[in-house]
Nanobody
Framework: QVQLIESGGGLVQAGGSLRLSCLVS????????VGWFRQVPGKERELVAV????????YYTDSVKGRFTISLVNAKKPVYLEMNSLKPEDTAVYYC???????????????????WGQGTQVTVSS
C-alpha cells in the first residue's frame, strides 16, 4: 500500500512563497515518479510539475516555469514543490500523485497516476 501525505499549504500574499511537501509512504520499496497537480472548483485538475524517480527529468507547466521548483533527495525523503512569486491565479487545492509503472518517464495525464494525496489548499491574496 502506498500513501501520499501532503503538507505546506496556506495563505500567502501575492509575491510570496510557499513550499509544499509530499511524503510517499509505502510498505514495499518501489520506484515512482511524482507529480503535483492543482484544481479549482469548476475546472479540471491541472498538471503543475513532475519529477521522475531519480530526479533526472522534470516538467513544468508554462504558467509556473521560472517560479516553481520540484525536487527530491531520495525515496525516503519528501518531494518538494517550492513556489515563489506566487500569484492569485495560483490559488487552488494542490495534490501530489505517484506513478509506479514507468517511473523513469514524465507522466502528463492524471489518469496515469496510481496513488494520490488528500490535497492541500494554497490561497494567494492580491
Amino acid at each position: 500500500q502506498v500513501q501520499l501525505i501532503e503538507s505546506g499549504g496556506g495563505l500567502v500574499q501575492a509575491g510570496g512563497s510557499l513550499r509544499l511537501s509530499c511524503l510517499v509512504s509505502q510498505q514495499n520499496f518501489r520506484t515512482y515518479s511524482v507529480g503535483w497537480f492543482r484544481q479549482v472548483p469548476g475546472k479540471e485538475r491541472e498538471l503543475v510539475a513532475v519529477i521522475n524517480w531519480n530526479g533526472s527529468k522534470e516538467y513544468y507547466t508554462d504558467s509556473v516555469k521560472g517560479r516553481f521548483t520540484i525536487s527530491l533527495v531520495n525515496a525516503k525523503k519528501p518531494v518538494y514543490l517550492e513556489m515563489n512569486s506566487l500569484k492569485p491565479e495560483d490559488t487552488a487545492v494542490y495534490y501530489c500523485a505517484a506513478e509506479v509503472d514507468r517511473p523513469w518517464l514524465i507522466a502528463s495525464e492524471s489518469s496515469e497516476y496510481d496513488y494520490w494525496g488528500q490535497g492541500t489548499q494554497v490561497t494567494v491574496s492580491s
